[in-house]
C-alpha cells in the first residue's frame, strides 16, 4: 500500500487514499447505525462548535459559512504532511481518514448540529450529500502536498527528525490537485448550503 500512497501518479495516490477511506467509511457507519446511540457526537467536535446549531440567515452567507470551517481541516492536511511516519507516510494522510470515519459515525447516530429527521441507514444516498465530497477535497489535498515533508516519525511514539533531503517544489499536477480539492469544496458546500438554508428567495 505505501507505493501507492506515494506514487509518482497523483491520481494513483488519491483512489488509493480514497477508496480506502470509504471502505472505513462504510465499515464504521454501519456499526455506529446499529450499536451506536443517536447523537453521541452532537455539538462535541471543534467544527461542530464553530458551525453552532442554527443556519445562517441567508444561503451565501451559509456557503461561505461552510467553505470556511472546511478550509481548517485542508489547513491541518497541509500542516500534518510537513511530517512522515516511518519511511514515507505522510501523516497528513491521515486527517482524510479520520474524517471518513468520524462523518460515519455522525450519519450513522444523526450526530449533526443540524440533525435530520433519523439517523441514515448505510447505503449509496450518501453521495447525494455533500460530507464524501469535502473529504475527497481533503484527500486531494493531501495527495497533493505528500512530498512536502521535512521531519520524520520513526514510531508514533519517537521524536520527529529533521529529514535531510533537497527540497521538492509542488509539480503542476500537484497544483492541479490543489485546485481540484477547492473547487470540489467550494461545490459541495454550496450543495450543503442549500440543503440546509434553501435557495436564495
Known sequence: M?????????????????????????????????????????????????????????????????????????????????????????????????????????????????PMDHPLPPSLAVFGRSGLYEIAAYTWIAVATYAISRYRFRSFFSRPEPIEQKSRSLTLFDKLGILAALLILLLANLREAWMIAGPPS
Not at 444561503?59 to 511530517?83: H, Q, R
Not at 501523516?91 to 459515525?105: D, F, T, V
Open 2 to 114: 505505501s507505493a501507492l500512497f506515494c506514487h509518482r501518479n497523483i491520481l494513483v495516490r488519491f483512489f488509493s487514499l480514497y477508496l480506502l477511506g470509504l471502505l472505513f467509511f462504510y465499515i464504521t457507519w454501519t456499526i455506529s447505525y446499529f450499536f451506536l446511540p443517536e447523537a453521541v457526537l452532537r455539538n462535541t467536535g471543534f467544527l461542530a462548535k464553530l458551525a453552532g446549531n442554527e443556519a445562517a440567515g441567508h444561503p451565501v452567507l451559509e456557503w461561505l459559512k461552510i467553505f470556511g470551517l472546511n478550509l481548517i481541516p485542508c489547513l491541518i492536511v497541509v500542516v500534518a504532511n510537513l511530517y512522515v511516519i516511518g519511511r514515507t507516510f505522510p501523516l497528513g494522510y491521515l486527517i482524510p481518514l479520520e474524517w471518513m470515519i468520524h462523518y460515519a459515525i455522525l450519519l450513522g447516530t444523526n450526530s449533526f448540529s443540524i
